[in-house]
């Protein structure tokens, strides 16, 4: 028993690019989680997505400026992407139109010009590496990018994150309550942007997302406090970033997709077993009368 525990769950981390794999998923499995918590809090849940392709075109740039230089690939990124909410926010404000719809209308529009620029300067493995990432590819300064993305993510969300809370329940009472509303709006979409950068390099644009809203999605079935939905949220990405993995490895098949179908797994297990909202828990609900009025 013990050797076959050894030979799937801890043989695997002998090999250097296993650990740095790991790491690497552990440490975004810390960040994004609680921003996709309040994303599903806020209704913002698509905003993830549509954030996710819009840091294409920066990436894009940057690969064609450097080559596979994460650095300024991430750093392009990052500016694409706050551009995007910049101007998502503005012609929102200036249209009269809903933040997510014009949102919808920049991702489309950048996710067409990020592989448009990659098809140029590029071949289709340059393509597939930044929509699908690589995370048994990452190196030291990678793991480096992505650990102190993620401790500046959990460190600007303990800052904030009363302004969120209050924000996700009463916006109207913040923005009475204070002038800073917008600000924290603000900075939140600043941190999706970082995260996703952050994502990027290991489970590529397409799939970033996806460690941050399924994880979420799923905890709302299995609790109805704050806390208990960013606990359990981690807990469940560390699980498939992990889990992923050690797939990976032992069946020979891609690591991202592995790590987000295993996400999914969970999240189709919560919407069947749950404890709230669930189908066992409407199942419940149904009987329990049923049994009452028969014990009378």
Request: aromatic share 8%.
């Amino acid at each position: 028993m013990w050797e076959l525990l050894n030979t799937w769950l801890i043989s695997p981390f002998d090999y250097g690019f296993m650990r740095r794999a790991v790491v690497g998923g552990l440490a975004l499995s810390l960040a994004a989680p609680p921003l996709g918590v309040f994303l599903v809090l806020r209704g913002m849940s698509l905003i993830g997505d549509a954030m996710a392709h819009a840091i294409l075109p920066g990436v894009a740039l940057g690969f064609l400026l450097a080559g596979f230089s994460l650095p300024i690939m991430s750093i392009g990124g990052v500016l694409f992407g706050l551009m995007v909410a910049l101007l998502a926010g503005a012609v929102s404000k200036m249209g009269g139109q809903r933040e997510d719809a014009a949102m919808a209308s920049f991702f489309i529009i950048s996710l067409a010009a990020g592989v448009m620029l990659i098809s140029i300067g590029g071949s289709s493995v340059d393509l597939t590496h930044v929509l699908f990432g690589s995370i048994l590819a990452i190196n030291s300064t990678a793991l480096l990018l992505i650990a102190g993305i993620s401790t500046l993510i959990v460190l600007t969300l303990a800052v904030v994150f009363r302004a969120l809370v209050v924000e996700c329940l009463d916006p109207l009472f913040l923005r009475g309550q204070s002038r800073r509303s917008g600000w924290v709006h603000s900075v939140f979409l600043g941190l999706l942007v970082l995260n996703l950068t952050a994502g990027f390099q290991t489970l590529g644009t397409l799939m970033a997302v996806g460690l941050m809203m399924l994880p979420a999605t799923s905890a709302r079935f299995w609790s109805k406090r704050l806390e208990g939905l960013i606990g359990i949220a981690i807990v469940l990405a560390m699980v498939a970033s992990t889990g992923g993995l050690l797939l990976s490895f032992h069946l020979d098949i891609p690591s991202g997709p592995s790590i987000i179908l295993l996400a999914g797994f969970g999240y189709l297990f919560s919407a069947l077993f749950g404890r709230y909202h669930s189908l066992a828990a409407k199942l419940r609900r149904k009987t329990t009368p049923l049994e009452v009025e028969h014990g009378a």
